[in-house]
């Protein structure tokens, strides 16, 4: 059992396992990883995907110190450096979305960040810009259409 459940334990009187403080783990995971990609996320098999669900998004992400966005700019710096385009686009996506990135911040990351990860990295991702925002700007009008 984790320290934080110990304590919540003692100071409520009620005994908590620990497979019900990793279900619980694994629930906010869940939550968190749906809302920081916006799109629903189920449950999945595995090792892996259960500690990307609990450890990854129902603790690192939860953790204080850093907003959503902080988090996002890291992320976007780290995924262009490696070269990790597939998993970009998804953030990418995600962060216009949401609301945490407008379409001029992604355009001067693309600037900023070529000057560090190399011109190739940076005309990839200006690519993937582009085409998130064109992607993001065809979702505003339809929701204006619908309107």
């Not at 919540?8 to 990883?33: D, F, N, V």
């Not at 992400?61 to 992320?75: I, K, M, Q, V």
């Not at 560090?116 to 993001?136: C, D, E, F």
Request: net charge negative.
């Amino acid at each position: 059992m984790d320290q934080a459940s110990s304590e919540q334990s003692s100071s409520t009187g009620h005994e908590i396992t620990e497979a019900q403080a990793r279900a619980a783990r694994r629930t906010r995971g869940i939550e968190r990883m749906s809302e920081i990609y916006n799109f629903e996320v189920g449950d999945g098999p595995g090792d892996f995907y259960g500690y990307t669900l609990e450890h990854l998004f129902g603790d690192i992400w939860e953790r204080p110190g850093l907003s959503l966005r902080d988090r996002r700019l890291l992320l976007i710096g780290l995924m262009v450096a490696d070269g990790l385009s597939d998993t970009l686009q998804v953030q990418l996506d995600s962060c216009l979305d949401k609301g945490d990135l407008s379409a001029d911040d992604l355009e001067e990351i693309v600037v900023f960040l070529s000057h560090y990860a190399g011109w190739p990295k940076g005309a990839g991702l200006n690519n993937q810009v582009s085409t998130a925002i064109g992607r993001h700007n065809k979702k505003l009008a339809k929701q204006a259409e619908e309107l």
